[in-house]
Structure formats: C-alpha cells, structure tokens
C-alpha cells in the first residue's frame, strides 16, 4: 500500500513554472489536465471531430511553442482557451467561407422570438435521462445556435470565463458578449423547456 | 414598475449577479410578481447548470497520443533550434 492515497495537487502556476524552464513532464500535466476541456470546446465551436482534434494538437503545440510570451497576467487556462478559439475559429471561417454566414453576423434581435415557451420543468433532467441522453439533448441545442451566440456561450458559460475574459477572447465588446450571452442562454432554455417542460402542465393555462 | 421586456434584458447581468443593489431589488420584485418571468428565470437558471454540471469526456487514446508525439517532436525541433541559433 502507498504511503499517500491523496492525488496529488495541481498546482497551475508551479507546473507552469517548470514547463517554462523546460520540464517536459510539467507541460504534459497542464496537457492532461486541461486536453477533454479543450477538446469538448474545440468539437463544439467546429462542430467536426476531425477539426477538433486538429484544434486540440495546433492549440498545445502553439502554447508549448510561445509558452514564453506567456507572462502569467491571466490564468494559463485562460491563455490557453484564448489559443484554443483562435484555432477553432479559423477552422469554422475555412470550412464556411464559401457558405452560410459570417462570424460577425448581425445579431437578430426579433424581441418575438425571445421567449416563447413558458413552462415549469420537470423536477431533474439529470436523474430522467441517462448521461448520454443528457449530452446528446445538451450538444443538439448548442449546435442549433448560430455561432455568434454559440461560441459566447461556450466559453462563458461551459468553460466559465468571465464577461471580460470572453470579450478579450472573441475581440469583442463587453456589451456584444451580454446580448449575444442573453440571446443563446434564452435560446437554449426554450430548446430545453421543449424537452424537460413537465407534462400536462403547458403554460400557465389556469392563470 | 419593469416590464417582463425590461426584465428579461437585464436576465444576463441578474442571473450573473453583477448588477447595482437598486436595479436587483427591483428586478427581484418584478420576479415575485411575475409567474412567467418567474418561470423563464428560474428554467434560464436550470438550463445554466446543466449545462455546467456536463463533464467533458476523455479525448480517445490514440488522438492523446498522437498530440504527446506531436510535442515530444516540438520539444527536439525547439532544442535543435536554440543549439544553432548560437
């Protein structure tokens, strides 16, 4: 039996650290550490796993490369996140430049179709539907956004980045965050209520 | 007294909780009294944490390893480059 049952802690800015001074070993812990989370975002900006796995080995080979440039203002993660959507979001503009809409689209702002749904929800998603289940409910409804909403509510609300982290991001401003973030986060609860919407209990029909 | 338009433009920045005190209170007024801002509220809330609560899945095996060869490679190139450099 070992001596210590504990995991070890990771320590970011130590591992930092040593990967800077050249300890392969260090840098291969921040990539284990951060790979699925990189990955997921990475499948779900470019919607394609080939692209994904490309976005996922050019975003740790660039933060390996220009690990010195990074001067431990913001969190390595979030130094890394901002690699990871520049890569994933020169995928997208490839595949789509010949096709569909830009990134910087306007923003339709049809107050209508805000909200349309009004509906209380089952008590838990989590316990009626199996993970898979869950996951596929969950990447069908972010895939259904438009990209300009889609990948602000990635980073803010799947990866968890501030407002100011996502705007420095995506180069945009504090306010084009907020009203893309308001607009994907109704979207997406009107997807949901459409699936976790309790039954028999439509509306507020008795009001 | 806010309109539920009123409301829902600020839903963000509520949900987010980074408003000034006055215009929360009134907000959280407006949600009292309202059953369906109550209802898109409370569902825009549940839709965040699901979200959250999703854990990302392990990237496969053999696409780890392709990335570790990839920065192993990286690593030699990196140090060849500084040797002659000098």
């Known amino acids: ?207 | 007294m806010l309109t539920c338009k009123q409301f829902l433009q600020e839903l963000t920045d509520f949900l987010d909780d980074t408003l000034d005190p006055k215009l929360r209170a009134e907000l959280q007024k407006h949600v009292s009294e309202c059953p369906n801002c109550w209802v898109v509220c409370d569902t825009t809330e549940k839709t965040l944490k699901v979200f959250k609560g999703m854990e990302p899945q392990p990237v496969p095996s053999h696409i780890q390893a392709k990335l570790m060869e990839a920065l192993e490679k990286k690593k030699k190139s990196k140090g060849i480059a500084t040797q002659t450099d000098i």
């Open chain 1, 1 to 207: 039996m070992s001596t210590s049952t504990t995991a070890p802690v990771f320590d970011e800015p130590a591992l930092v650290a040593r990967a800077k001074a050249g300890d392969m070993s260090a840098f291969s812990d921040l990539v284990q550490h951060y790979d699925r989370r990189i990955f997921r975002m990475a499948k779900q900006i470019t919607q394609n796993d080939d692209d994904a796995e490309d976005v996922l080995q050019e975003s740790f080979l660039k933060a390996y490369t220009h690990l010195d440039d990074f001067q431990g203002n913001s969190k390595f993660y979030t130094w890394l996140v901002r690699i990871a959507v520049n890569e994933a979001l020169m995928k997208l503009r490839k595949r789509r430049s010949d096709r569909t809409v830009p990134l910087d689209e306007p923003i339709d702002t049809g107050e209508d179709e805000m909200v349309r749904e009004i509906a209380v929800w089952d008590e838990n998603p989590e316990e009626t539907y199996s993970r898979e289940e869950l996951a596929q409910i969950l990447d069908q409804a972010i895939q259904s956004l438009k990209p300009a909403y889609r990948t602000v509510f990635i980073l803010r609300d799947i990866e968890e980045l501030s407002i100011e982290e996502t705007a420095e991001a995506l180069s945009l401003s504090i306010s084009a965050v907020k009203s893309r973030l308001l607009r994907a986060r109704l979207q997406l609860r009107e997807k949901l209520t459409r699936q976790f919407k309790r039954q028999g209990d439509d509306a507020f029909a008795y009001l």
